[in-house]
């Protein structure tokens, strides 16, 4: 490996250490009592390091945020084919609550954690980012529509209603407010499978 290979497999890990230490800060403090010098601190550098590869703090949240977003696309865009659209969605959802759980602290800063993302001036390419992964859905939302699926909907509205489902199922499990489903016999992300695999059998019965 020559020099300059090094020194940007340098700048990279160099670069994900700050990431990864201002992930860590502002889901335990809060974006707006993190400080650039608290992230510093928590690598061991000086702040001025720091400004090397990010502008302000709102950089690194929306360093995060692209991060975040692109594994999600990712997963959602990893679904199995069917001949279907209405299995293509449940395997979607399937593949949203699988990223959530294994990355809970992602999902946490994408749409748990307060932040003001709309003051941001970066705001729109942070939501760009969302949108594309919500319009995966809505497309799919569309395929099952001309397959008589969800017919009496706009395809927005059809999409919204699928991913609060999805959305909420996963905040109550990472805010701890599904104890009370903890039966030894069933594991609750099997239960939370089971109950999308519920929500879907209404869409299939509504069938047109």
């Given amino acids: 490996m020559g020099v300059a290979d090094r020194k940007e497999r340098e700048k990279e890990e160099m670069k994900k250490r700050i990431l990864e230490a201002a992930k860590k800060l502002f889901l335990e403090q809060g974006f707006e009592k993190t400080s650039i010098r608290n992230i510093a601190e928590e690598i061991e550098y000086s702040p001025s390091t720091i400004y090397l590869y990010f502008k302000d703090k709102n950089d690194l949240l929306f360093g995060l945020h692209q991060e975040a977003f692109i594994g999600l696309i990712t997963a959602l865009q990893n679904t199995a084919k069917f ?62 529509q001309t397959e008589g699926y969800l017919t009496e909907y706009e395809v927005d509205d059809a999409s919204l209603m699928i991913w609060s489902f999805i959305h909420g199922i996963v905040t109550l499990h990472a805010r701890k407010r599904l104890s009370m489903f903890c039966e030894p016999e069933l594991e609750l992300e099997t239960r939370m499978n089971k109950a999308f695999l519920s929500f879907l059998s209404t869409i299939k019965c509504s069938k047109k």
């Fill in 83 to 144: 001949e279907n659209a209405i299995d293509q969605l449940e395997d979607m959802g399937k593949h949203y609550m699988k990223f959530a759980f294994e990355n809970p602290e992602l999902y946490d800063l994408m749409f748990i954690m307060n932040a003001p993302i709309d003051s941001l001036e970066c705001k729109d390419e942070v939501w760009d980012d969302g949108q594309k992964a919500f319009d995966l859905l809505r497309f799919l939302v569309a395929q099952c």
